[in-house]
């Protein structure tokens, strides 16, 4: 059974500073996914991965994929309080569902 | 926002009754995915359906059950409600074409059973 794991589930940073989220994932997987929830809100597509070594960037946000490690990474550049949301990571195993993992909420801090 | 639309946005009703939530996808795409999300948890994958066809399933009993319309729309009927199946029901629609298959969500319903 494919599992995704994020780390950490729950983060609180100040603004300005730089911080990585972590998705590990348990079983080969074609697609990695990034996508945003705001409170109370549905989920934003942030990025799509679909082989090695992808980077994408869009604003402060850096997404990377090593599917050799089943890794992939969030980077945030100089936070801002208008980033503040939870980000989940999903694996796309075939061309049906999606995994998701429990997401980090991320809080920063005027 | 992505052209998915839900209908309702919310609903509530008791143990034993049944629903039915639809969704349309976004214009162009011809496949719809459903969702279910608990508080504090990441979305579950419910069902897939693609050319009217079921193309997918999730570990969800047969008392949910879909169906996707010639213009590509979508219901999510689930009968027999329990407690437990108070959560945000979300739909997402995608294109099967290349390799992508980003699946763009709409705003969702929110169920509560009491």
């Known amino acids: 059974e494919l599992k995704v794991e994020q780390n950490p589930l729950f983060l609180s940073m100040q603004e300005g500073k730089n911080y990585t989220i972590y998705c590990n994932y348990s079983?080969?997987?074609?697609?990695l996914y990034w996508y945003r929830q705001d409170p109370g809100k549905s989920l934003e597509s942030l990025f799509v991965l679909l082989s090695n070594g992808a980077v994408k960037q869009e604003g402060r946000l850096m997404a990377s994929l090593d599917t050799k490690a089943r890794l992939s990474t969030l980077h945030i550049t100089a936070a801002v309080h208008d980033l503040s949301a939870t980000y989940f990571c999903a694996v796309g195993p075939g061309d049906d569902k999606i995994i998701f993992g429990k997401g980090t909420r991320l809080h920063i801090l005027p | 926002e992505t052209g998915v639309t839900q209908s309702p946005t919310h609903l509530i009703k008791t143990r034993g009754q049944q629903v039915t939530l639809r969704c349309s996808s976004q214009?162009?795409?011809?496949?719809v995915s459903w969702y279910q999300q608990a508080l504090g948890q990441g979305p579950q994958f419910i069902f897939q359906?693609?050319?009217?066809?079921?193309?997918g399933r999730g570990n969800f009993p047969p008392r949910f059950s879909g169906l996707q319309f010639p213009n590509y729309s979508s219901e999510l009927n689930v009968n027999a409600l329990e407690l437990d199946d108070s959560a945000l029901y979300l739909c997402a629609s995608s294109l099967r074409t290349g390799r992508d298959f980003t699946q763009y969500f709409g705003p969702g319903t929110r169920l509560t059973v009491l």
């Open positions: 214009s162009g795409h011809n496949t």
């Open positions: 359906y693609y050319r009217e066809e079921e193309n």
């Open positions: 079983t080969t997987s074609d697609r």
